[in-house]
């Protein structure tokens, strides 16, 4: 039996991390487990060494003709310049490899050279959530999943930033092995073999420049009373505006309306104090201004795709971080 090849395509000023994923799922020989294993081979986008992102050297040498021969194609992640103009041949090997009926696969950014190539039109995809305003305007056609830690469709299958690269090369091992070597892989490599939800419960929300038109002031306001049952009228009268300029100037200014912009900061808050706090459920959805703990778990598991239990028991690391106002980054 012939060993299923791995075939990493490897641009310029790529990100290390991402690029020693593939290497640690499918470079190491793991035929202990199964044999036999995969062979990877390290294809350079084009001639030349090729450098990481942090500088180091990549041993790729492998070129595009490789790539396209490959059992599976996988396309890092990529450097911005990368992103916007991916060399042409890379292009051109993935869509060949792609009519070749082979496996292609993106980790984080990388989705930008398939998207370029045009296999993820009418196709659901994801990448890093910092990319996926842009994402999302320079590739309308794609059926973009922004709070997906992978998605598959076929034999196309694309993942969101970082750790989710992981997430998505277990899976590829659960397809062509099964469910017990890749958890014996991922127990080798200390990960879960499986996460609940998706990026969105990573996601920071988004801040603008409120100051820019006079909303500040009212946006600080509804964070200190989030425990109250706030209106969209009352709002507007702590702006000293009309319902209807404030709900204008605030979707302009901040793109959502005023209602999303509340359960946001309240699930936010939630995080926080799940985060921070051993207090239960129901106390913090009082705090929060969702009422009912049914409510609050309604809306978080909505807006962060997990449970507030399952958020806890995931970030409860970070207990011993002051909330006093300060905003709490989310990785």
């Keep these: 039996m012939s060993r299923h090849v791995v075939a990493v395509a490897v641009t310029e000023g790529a990100p290390s991390f991402e690029l020693a994923i593939p290497c640690e799922v499918f470079g190491l020989d793991r035929s202990d487990i199964v044999a036999p294993w995969y062979e990877l081979r390290m294809c350079a986008a084009e001639p030349g060494p090729v450098r990481s992102t942090s500088g180091l050297t990549v041993d790729a040498p492998y070129g595009?003709?490789?790539?396209?021969?490959?059992?599976?194609?996988?396309?890092?992640?990529?450097?911005?310049?990368?992103?916007?103009?991916?060399?042409?041949?890379?292009?051109?090997?993935?869509?060949?490899?792609?009519?070749?009926?082979?496996?292609?696969?993106?980790?984080?950014?990388g989705a930008y050279v398939l998207a370029h190539a045009g296999l993820l039109t009418g196709r659901p995809a994801t990448t890093h959530w910092m990319n996926s305003g842009d994402f999302a305007h320079?590739?309308?056609?794609?059926?973009?999943?922004?709070?997906?830690?992978?998605?598959?469709?076929?034999?196309?299958?694309?993942?969101?930033?970082?750790?989710?690269?992981?997430?998505?090369?277990?899976?590829?091992?659960?397809?062509?092995?099964?469910?017990?070597?890749?958890?014996?892989?991922?127990?080798?490599?200390?990960?879960p073999p499986h996460r609940e939800g998706g990026q969105t419960q990573y996601v920071t929300p988004l801040v603008r420049p409120e100051e820019d038109d006079g909303l500040e002031p009212?946006?600080?306001?509804?964070?200190?009373?989030?425990?109250?049952?706030?209106?969209?009228?009352?709002?507007?009268?702590?702006?000293?505006?009309?319902?209807?300029?404030?709900?204008?100037?605030?979707?302009?200014?901040l793109g959502t309306t005023p209602l999303q912009w509340l359960l946001q900061q309240r699930v936010r808050l939630a995080q926080e104090l799940l985060e921070t706090t051993d207090e239960p459920v129901e106390l913090i959805a009082g705090r929060t201004g969702f009422g009912t703990a049914a409510n609050l778990r309604h809306h978080f598991r909505r807006i962060t795709t997990v449970s507030p239990q399952t958020y806890r028991h995931v970030f409860r690391h970070r207990a011993g971080r002051q909330l006093a106002g300060q905003a709490s980054p989310l990785p």
């Design 218 to 253: 009212v946006l600080r306001w509804a964070r200190e009373n989030l425990h109250e049952a706030l209106t969209v009228p009352q709002l507007a009268r702590v702006a000293r505006l009309s319902e209807r300029t404030f709900a204008r100037r605030f979707r302009d200014t």
């Design 64 to 109: 595009m003709d490789a790539l396209v021969e490959a059992d599976t194609v996988i396309v890092a992640a990529c450097a911005r310049p990368v992103q916007i103009a991916p060399p042409q041949p890379l292009v051109d090997a993935v869509r060949k490899a792609h009519e070749m009926g082979r496996r292609i696969v993106s980790l984080c950014s």
């Design 138 to 191: 320079r590739f309308p056609d794609v059926g973009f999943t922004p709070s997906a830690l992978y998605t598959e469709d076929g034999n196309i299958l694309t993942s969101a930033g970082s750790g989710a690269a992981i997430d998505l090369c277990l899976h590829l091992v659960r397809r062509d092995h099964g469910s017990a070597v890749a958890n014996e892989v991922a127990r080798r490599m200390v990960v």
